[in-house]
């Protein structure tokens, strides 16, 4: 990763000057190569810029798809702000988003951590990946049987062993701390086999010197490991914080939201509003929230966890 | 020389390449084409029929077949979605302009379409204009007439509410399937509806619950299963029959009324009582059967004793092993006899349809005695048509299975209809979280009060 950087500055200063004289119009080559590049910019245009700038549209609209959409103002703003279930859907993702991202960052690492030092077996690398091998959906219905309140095996084991059983789905305490942890399930190996590519970045000889001053196991951890991850281990924060802002699928077989309000995140309020109430307009809106909270959270990350730097150099 | 020989050839190459864009845009469009041909010469009409019940399409496949022979040149493709998939589908489809020509129409979505202009009423068109309503049940073709006074829909089939059980069940407790029978209900003691739930439930250690000792918290078979809060279905099998038998109606009109009464206390007393069950140890927690409870599976695997459920699941009962099922009629209520609710389905023509007249010719025919006596031989549903609900009656009793719980209630009129108002998705929206938090139990039940004033808010808007 931080070896590849200066290469592609210098093969920048080494194109050759006349390229960039001629421009997209000079040549003949340049108008053939915009063909080229058409299709990609079509699609960018087509299925990128255009459905968010659509979305934005609509957010300020009262549309229920079989009518044309009515222009209303801030109408559908100003009754998010005033709606007690927003303000509970931002709520409950951020705790997802917490335990979710927190857990699996500790369990990824420790996970990445213990594989570079104990093995270097790419069985063990193969075999931990494999939850994410497994469909979102397909996990969380495994889980949701599992966890079952009376049928599922989880709660027989808890039987067995004499505690009472948990409504690990079911319960409005329990609910949003077994989705997250299915995510987390799903996403530990994928993410601990990002970290480890991040260490195996970090130069050995600083551990042999670390070993010849004597350091212990927790101290090159401190000291070496975690200084040295940090872009890689700010990359894999903010790549993994937006797909939790993002869970749907997770809640959307098992809990469908609830119980009550409990598990209804931002994306299941959005497609409640959108596909069940047929209010795109207000759907809309809460999909501009959605980007305008997802953007702040990116941008604060970013700053906080300097992921363009290295401390490398 | 070579520069001019290199840009020839390179021109070349792209006019090559140009040909084999433009070339295959023409392909691609000529295919597009042939793929858009009119059907053959035989067919005047294609009508493309919606349904969301995969157990009908046989019997709407025979319909179909029927009025094929009868109608030569219209030809009727039947298509079936899952019900959670079908409305999406539907006004998906609707949107693109590329829906179904006739559709299976349910009370709550309706009323919606209706507003939107998508659905053509059946006076506008020559085959459905003398429609007779008197011809169906009583009561089920008035539930298709818009706010306008037009008729929105063919009546199709009715369902009401029954409870289901097992014999053995009701031998282990000493008790006969003459024990069911003429049963008392009251918001305040649960009458001897409440005593048989009692008897039926049986805790760990085999104590009955109206036995000493009987442990609520260690519950082996429970009276009364569980088919969740309701807040998605008006409550229809879970306490509409126990709440519409206290006299309680759910709005100010059989048809589109504009206030609702959940702020009635009757209506707060039955769900007090029903919901209370289960500290009882009498009816499963929201705990233990989670957000899609299946009556049908806690019956069939002895986990409850009584499962209250509408008549189109009779077959699903049916198919349940090692059970000896029985029917009984709901129990009595304050007002002095059992009322179910009485929901009706419908057929209704899009407004996006080629074939317009082609369509209402088919409804005509799905809603005559010829295709519902058909339906009803299949025995799955109850015909909305008198023959077709015998043809039904019959095909169930082939099996053995005495479903007179459910038609009785239609024959005496002790039915409360299926509350069609404008808003019914965002009503639902609002009914479900409160519902599920008073099954919890971490809202009370006069919490009612509000959603009812904020219902009643929207409708009036």
Not at chain 1, 42 to 48: E, N, S, T, V
Not at chain 1, 268 to 282: C, E, L, P, R, T
Not at chain 2, 294 to 306: C, H, I, K, R, W
Not at chain 2, 414 to 420: G, K, M
């Amino acid at each position: 990763m931080t070896t590849s950087a200066p290469r592609i500055r210098a093969a920048r200063i080494e194109a050759p000057p006349g390229k960039t004289r001629r421009g997209w119009t000079g040549g003949d080559d340049s108008r053939l190569a915009f063909l080229f590049v058409l299709p990609a910019a079509i699609g960018l245009l087509a299925f990128y810029f255009w459905p968010l700038l659509r979305g934005m549209w609509l957010s300020f609209t009262s549309w229920d798809l079989l009518s044309a959409a009515e222009f209303i103002g801030f109408d559908n703003y100003t009754r998010m702000f005033a709606d007690p279930v927003f303000w509970n859907a931002i709520r409950v993702t951020l705790v997802f988003v917490v335990l979710n991202i927190g857990i699996q960052t500790v369990v990824a690492l420790t996970l990445a951590v213990l594989m570079q030092r104990l093995t270097q077996s790419t069985l063990v690398r193969s075999l931990i990946l494999t939850p994410y091998l497994v469909s979102n959906v397909v996990a969380a219905l495994v889980f949701f049987w599992i966890l079952d309140f009376q049928l599922g095996i989880g709660n027989q084991v808890l039987e067995w062993m004499g505690l009472d059983r948990i409504g690990f789905f079911t319960s409005e305490s329990w609910a949003i701390l077994t989705v997250a942890l299915v995510n987390v399930w799903r996403h530990m190996g994928y993410t601990a086999l990002l970290i480890f590519a991040g260490l195996q970045a970090i130069p050995s000889n600083l551990y042999e010197a670390a070993r010849v001053d004597g350091a212990s196991e927790v101290r090159m951890f401190s000291s070496i490991t975690m200084p040295l991850l940090r872009p890689i281990l700010g990359l894999v924060l903010i790549i993994s914080v937006i797909g939790s802002f993002q869970v749907f699928d997770t809640i959307s077989v098992t809990t469908g939201g609830g119980p009550i309000n409990a598990t209804r995140v931002l994306q299941v309020y959005i497609y409640d509003n959108a596909f069940a109430q047929f209010d795109f307009g207000y759907a809309s809106a809460l999909s501009v929230a959605m980007l305008a909270i997802l953007m702040i959270v990116t941008f604060i990350q970013y700053r906080i966890t300097r992921a363009g730097q290295t401390d490398l150099n | 020389m070579t520069t001019s020989t290199s840009r020839s050839r390179r021109q070349g190459r792209r006019r090559a390449m140009w040909r084999t864009i433009v070339g295959s845009a023409i392909a691609v469009g000529l295919i597009g084409a042939t793929g858009c041909a009119t059907p053959t010469a035989s067919t005047d009409a294609t009508l493309d029929y919606w349904v969301w019940e995969s157990l009908q399409v046989p019997a709407y496949q025979k319909c179909a077949t029927g009025f094929e022979a009868e109608n030569p040149g219209i030809e009727v493709r039947l298509t079936q979605y899952g019900w959670g998939d079908y409305w999406q589908k539907l006004t998906a489809s609707l949107v693109a302009g590329a829906g179904p020509d006739v559709f299976a129409d349910h009370l709550t979505k309706y009323p919606e379409f209706v507003t939107r202009g998508v659905l053509l009423p059946l006076d506008s068109l020559e085959a459905t204009r003398d429609f007779d309503g008197s011809g169906f049940q009583e009561g089920l073709a008035d539930l298709w007439v818009g706010q306008d006074g037009l008729q929105y829909g063919m009546p199709k089939d009715f369902d009401t509410v029954a409870l289901f059980y097992d014999e053995g069940t009701l031998e282990d407790a000493g008790m006969t399937p003459a024990d069911l029978e003429d049963l008392q209900w009251n918001p305040e003691d649960g009458g001897t509806f409440e005593d048989v739930i009692a008897r039926l439930s049986v805790d760990e250690n085999g104590v009955r619950g109206d036995e000493e000792g009987f442990d609520p918290g260690n519950v082996d078979v429970y009276g009364l299963a569980s088919g969740g809060a309701g807040g998605d279905g008006n409550g229809q099998t879970q306490w509409a029959w126990l709440a519409a038998a206290t006299g309680w109606e759910y709005t100010n009109a059989d048809v589109w009324g504009d206030e609702y009464y959940f702020d009635d206390p009757r209506f707060q007393a039955t769900l007090a009582w029903l919901f209370g069950l289960v500290d009882k140890g009498f009816m499963p927690s929201y705990q233990s059967v989670g957000t899609s409870p299946d009556p049908v599976q806690q019956l069939g695997s002895g986990q409850a004793a009584l499962s209250p459920n509408g008549s189109w699941t009779i077959s699903a009962y049916g198919r349940l092993e090692g059970i000896d099922l029985g029917i009984a009629q709901v129990p009595a209520g304050p007002i002095g006899h059992p009322v179910s609710m009485y929901n009706g389905l419908g057929d209704s023509i899009s407004a996006q349809t080629d074939y317009p007249e082609e369509a209402a010719k088919f409804v005509a025919y799905l809603g005559s005695d010829a295709c519902q006596i058909m339906v009803g031989e299949e025995g799955v549903v109850f015909p909305a048509r008198p023959a077709g609900t015998e043809a039904a009656v019959a095909a169930f009793e082939s099996r053995g299975l005495d479903v007179s719980p459910f038609t009785d209630l239609v024959d005496d009129g002790y039915t409360v209809l299926f509350p069609v108002t404008t808003n019914g998705a965002e009503i639902l929206s609002i009914m479900v979280p409160v519902l599920e938090a008073i099954y919890i139990g971490s809202e009370d039940v006069s919490r009612m009060t509000e959603v009812n004033a904020r219902i009643n808010s929207i409708l009036q808007e």
